[in-house]
């Protein structure tokens, strides 16, 4: 057995994500951690919140609450939202958490030690009004290109302009409308990633089993003009991780913040504190520290293709310039977009699925069914309502469910609740058997190398093989001339809705829980062996006949949910 460390790429705080963020990270990762655990391996399944930087301070102060208190509640309802897609973290954290405080100034700390660290004069605009540096964000005024009177100062929204806040024309700041700005020198902090350009361009070269939509990605970031530029690590913000070197305080630092994009990766380490500190677990640091067991641990991360750079070049620099023990990732999933009827999810626009509303609608396993079987793997994806109705309404109502149903029905109709006795196998059962055997083989074959898309659609083929076997050997019909061999059928039918439900918990585990409570059993161990897996429910066990496992959508759902969600077009 091996032990797996997997991270999902973290949410930002600042709102409820929409069905292409779910589907790009969290819903696969919880995938392949379900399977994983399944087959008897240790697994860690970290996730959490990414609370700081300009984006929540703006909501927090749009919804009229304090930032902290914004984001407690913010990641409340993310972690609610995340229960009902029953994605299985073993902790979902918060990158404000007290431990990613603690470990990034020490990261900090150590990279400077290292001499990796170096201190950037730059000029900034300051407000004299509200008393602080303003991100570039927080500046409006009048485009100097195209008149527009409410540009920010990165960006026109208007002609789209890339902007500096020195550029606008009366400028003023948007949080108290004042127009009192000055420039000031401002003092922050560079991580020297061009320093660890050779190290991590050998390292990424080392990782010949990534996909390609990884490491080509990584390598643009490394390679294109002037390659891979150190970074700022600081703010001047309120909002986020005070600036410290370990425990010290960093001369001339004082009042600035940590840049976002500097402890959110730290937080994965801090997530593993944060999961022992809540008595979920003991000796975090054998997942994350090599000198300290982790050493045989496979640490896989899921991400959507955007944040992919700081995840094999940033973060990578920031563990490999401690020169200490971190565990370094192993294997990147990344994926690519899922668009949303013809165009993309917009926030702003309400356009697309957002994720508490999908649950409003449905329960899970028709959107994790739906979504996984269409994961945006090798190249965009897009959802359309008609074939969410086509392929939940076949694969999961016609194919599965319907198996279920007839076989429980009809048993009990002619037999009783009990899985019948008589009979044996014929040519039909040992070819099924074997068939069974081969798709199981290559089913277990995509989940371990994380083949989403064909690990599902091997998954329906396996249902499809119940389907055509109850249709071609009929036990309605043996049973007016053969009871025996109809028993022996409809046996191997019973058990197969256990097998079903254990092969299908990664991707249905609502479903998979109906399926094994109605077969009244609780092996729910992994059919390695086919043959003996089909007699797990011997002859004379007693089951129920569940409700219907799925509903069909139905043509009206279909249209009014496409209007509902259609948002304000442009
Ligand atoms: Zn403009």
């Given at each position: 057995m091996a032990r797996h460390l997997i991270t999902s790429a973290i949410p930002y705080i600042n709102g409820i994500k929409h069905l292409g963020n779910l589907v790009g990270s969290q819903l696969p990762a919880d995938l392949y951690a379900r399977y994983l655990r399944q087959r008897g391996h240790e697994v860690l399944f970290l996730c959490a919140t990414d609370e700081h930087g300009t984006p929540a301070e703006l909501a927090a102060a749009k919804a009229g609450k304090p930032v902290a208190e914004y984001c407690a509640e913010m990641h409340d309802v993310q972690a609610r939202i995340a229960d009902g897609f029953r994605l299985s973290f073993d902790h979902f954290g918060r990158s404000s958490s007290p431990q990613n405080h603690k470990l990034t100034q020490a990261f900090a700390g150590r990279l400077a030690d290292q001499g990796l660290i170096r201190e950037v004069t730059e000029e900034q605009v300051y407000s004299v009004a509200d008393g602080r540096f303003l991100p570039d964000r927080y500046i409006e005024g009048t485009c100097p290109n195209c008149g527009f009177e409410s540009a920010r100062g990165d960006q026109?929204?208007?002609?789209t302009k890339q902007l500096d806040p020195t550029d606008l024309i009366n400028p003023h700041s948007t949080i108290s409308g004042s127009t009192e700005l000055e420039v000031r020198e401002t003092k922050h902090l560079y991580l020297r990633q061009s320093f660890l350009k050779d190290k991590l361009a050998a390292w990424i070269d080392s990782k010949t089993d990534w996909p390609i939509l990884t490491t080509s990605i990584a390598k643009k970031w490394l390679n294109d003009g002037d390659g891979l530029q150190d970074r700022g690590i600081t703010r001047d913000l309120d909002w986020g991780i005070p600036v410290k070197k370990g425990d010290q305080d960093w001369p001339g630092m004082e009042g600035k913040v940590f840049y976002v994009w500097f402890d959110a990766p730290i937080e994965y380490i801090a997530c593993a504190q944060e999961w022992q500190d809540a008595g979920k677990g003991t000796d975090w640091e054998r997942w994350w520290r090599t000198d300290k067991g982790a050493d045989d641990v496979r640490y896989t991360q899921f991400m959507g293709k955007d944040n992919v750079p700081f995840h094999t070049l940033s973060f990578p620099a920031t563990i490999m310039g401690t020169q200490e023990p971190w565990k370094l990732v192993d294997y990147i999933k990344s994926f690519n977009y899922l668009n949303y009827d013809g165009g993309q999810f917009s926030t702003s626009r309400g356009r697309g699925v957002f994720m508490d509303q999908a649950l409003e609608i449905l329960p899970p396993d028709y959107w994790r069914w739906w979504l996984l079987s269409h994961a945006p793997e090798t190249s965009d994806a897009e959802f359309t309502w008609e074939t969410f109705q086509q392929d939940v309404n076949k694969d999961l109502a016609d194919v599965l469910g319907n198996f279920v149903s007839r076989i429980t029905k009809f048993c009990r109709s002619k037999f009783g609740e009990t899985v019948p006795a008589g009979g044996s196998y014929g040519p039909a059962e040992e070819q099924l058997i074997s068939d069974l055997t081969t798709r199981l083989s290559a089913y277990e074959h995509h989940l371990d190398a994380i083949e989403v898309r064909k690990a599902a659609a091997e998954l329906r083929a396996i249902w499809v093989l119940g389907n055509e076997y109850l249709q071609a050997n009929a036990p309605w019909t043996t049973f007016k001339t053969d009871s025996e061999t109809a028993a022996m059928q409809v046996r191997l039918a019973l058990n197969l809705i256990r097998i079903y439900a254990v092969m299908s918990a990664p991707f249905i585990p609502d479903a998979s829980v109906t399926m094994i409570a109605a077969m009244q059993t609780d092996d729910d161990s992994w059919p390695g062996d086919v043959a003996a897996a089909l007699t797990a429910l011997p002859a004379g066990h007693a089951f129920t006949v569940p409700e219907n496992l799925f509903r069909k959508i139905t043509d009206e759902e279909r249209t009014d949910w496409a209007e509902r969600f259609a948002g304000v077009r442009d």
């Open positions: 026109c929204d208007n002609c």
